[in-house]
């Protein structure tokens, strides 16, 4: 597989969205390394190039290209765009060794307030028409429902955001439901250092980069959230049958609609996905042969906040998403500047693509 051919691959794809009229961009390989790694969440920031440079600080190698597009057209503005690039991404590839650390890339983004649910099936679609030859195995999701479920806990708010901000690490997810569920106790050795009238009292010499004042704050959190009631066991129920929804897109919808009646925090991102269903079947897509899986996406962008997107190779587990992609309004809220516009986009791997016609 040349790069030539991968490059050759990427310019015609670049093309293509151009003649959609996406205005084309590109954003620096050197990318300002401190706002950006918190924008890109847990997993971006343990793989991403990062180093030192004397006049710009800490700066990476470009890990994607979504950020850097937003925070351009957030500056520029917010008004209704449409942007396609082109060009290589790096991040390290340490439980994957054998795939590429450098790959290339090409993007196609729609910031338009109009009909968001529309802007989903057009992004969608466009990707289904380009790889409609290539046999690959569609799949959807919507981050917003499980957010929604989460969000209407009855716990504290303490609590809520925890799991908000672990949507995306399913395992440390599980582990944060079983234990404000009261599934998992508390380790015996934390109870009885949260039982002590002074945690620190007798303790050895402060080390580390923890203050005494913040350890002590630390602790304070740990006791409050001990004393915080469990979270109801149907509650967990309905956070576990909303995971394990995964059926084609009517009987998704249904099945959803059907947990919205004991889970009503979810039902305005349920019915979100109804107009969404809507929206594709008026563009041509199948739904019903379209698969949605509630969980799908929750080790993706951590940007992503609603629908989400993937195209897979059959036979291919050992690679990642052809293609892939989602909604991130809240991205715009963050680099908006008291603007925001509601977006989507996704992006394609050429050098996959190249790889599946050489198979052929």
């Not at 969205?17 to 205005?23: D, T």
């Not at 715009?332 to 989507?344: C, D, F, M, Y």
């Amino acid at each position: 597989m040349s790069l030539s051919a991968i490059k050759a691959k990427a310019a015609s794809l670049l093309a293509g969205f151009e003649a959609l009229g996406a205005m084309p961009v590109d954003c620096a390989i050197l990318q300002p390394a401190e706002t950006l790694l918190d924008l890109y969440g847990e997993d971006i920031r343990t793989r991403a190039y990062v180093t030192h440079d004397p006049a710009l600080g800490e700066v990476m190698l470009r890990p994607d290209f979504t950020v850097p597009v937003v925070e351009m057209h957030m500056a520029e503005g917010a008004e209704p765009a449409r942007y396609t690039y082109a060009g290589e991404v790096f991040r390290r590839q340490e439980t994957h060794p054998d795939r590429a650390s450098e790959y290339f890339q090409v993007g196609f983004e729609v910031f338009d307030r109009t009909d968001p649910e529309a802007a989903d099936a057009e992004v969608f679609v466009r990707f289904a028409e380009i790889l409609a030859p290539y046999g690959l195995r569609a799949v959807t999701g919507d981050i917003g429902i499980l957010t929604a479920a989460v969000a209407g806990l009855n716990t504290s708010d303490a609590r809520r955001s925890a799991l908000m901000r672990h949507i995306w690490r399913p395992r440390r997810f599980r582990a944060l439901m079983d234990r404000y569920s009261g599934k998992t106790p508390m380790p015996a050795t934390r109870a009885a250092l949260l039982e002590r009238d002074d945690p620190l009292a007798g303790c050895a010499p402060v080390i580390g980069l923890r203050s005494e004042a913040e350890i002590a704050a630390r602790i304070e959190a740990l006791r409050a959230d001990a004393a915080e009631p469990f979270i109801a066991a149907e509650e967990v129920a309905l956070i576990d049958a909303l995971l394990k929804v995964s059926e084609t897109c009517p009987f998704a919808l249904e099945h959803l609609r059907d947990l919205a009646v004991d889970m009503p925090a979810i039902a305005t991102a349920v019915e979100r996905l109804g107009r969404r269903c809507d929206a594709l079947e008026a563009r041509g897509i199948d739904i019903g042969t379209l698969a949605f899986e509630a969980s799908y996406g929750r080790s993706s962008m951590e940007y992503y906040d609603g629908f989400v997107f993937g195209f897979l190779a059959p036979g291919r587990p050992d690679w990642p998403s052809v293609s892939s992609g989602g909604r991130y309004d809240a991205l715009t809220r963050q680099l908006g500047r008291g603007r925001e516009i509601p977006a989507v986009g996704g992006v394609l791997r050429p050098g996959l693509l190249v790889a599946m016609e050489a198979a052929q």
